[in-house]
């Protein structure tokens, strides 16, 4: 069974930073397209940013200018480096592959940006 972990998430002051991994069990140098998603309490969950095979990236109006995904094939490991955080980014953050995760969702981690 494909595992995702993800990792990186904690308290963080408003303004701060925070970066994200998730490493897959699988090669994912196959998937065309890796995502990060939040779920807010109360919330769907909605994805962040996507990146491609070959490194094009797209991103949610919630993380443009603040968020940038990376993906290291080699490493199977997906990146999510977060900048100017605000409160409304408290979520748990996972990934899987995009537009939709059709992978097993892993336990997600948890990220909280409050003073």
């Known amino acids: 069974q494909v595992q995702l972990v993800e990792s990186g998430g904690e308290l963080v002051q408003p303004g701060g930073s925070l970066r994200l991994s998730c490493t897959a069990s699988?090669?994912?140098?196959?998937?065309?397209?890796m995502g990060w998603y939040r779920q807010a309490p109360g919330k769907e969950r909605e994805l962040v940013a996507s990146?491609?095979?070959?490194?094009?990236?797209k991103y949610g109006d919630s993380a443009k200018g603040r968020f940038t995904i990376s993906r290291d094939n080699a490493e199977n490991t997906v990146y999510l480096q977060m900048n100017s955080l605000e409160p409304e980014d408290t979520a748990v953050y996972y990934c899987?592959?995009?537009?939709?995760?059709?992978?097993?969702w892993g336990q997600g981690t948890q990220v909280t940006v409050s003073s």
């Open positions: 699988i090669n994912i140098m196959g998937i065309a397209m």
């Open positions: 990146i491609t095979r070959g490194g094009t990236t």
């Open positions: 899987n592959t995009a537009p939709k995760g059709f992978l097993a």
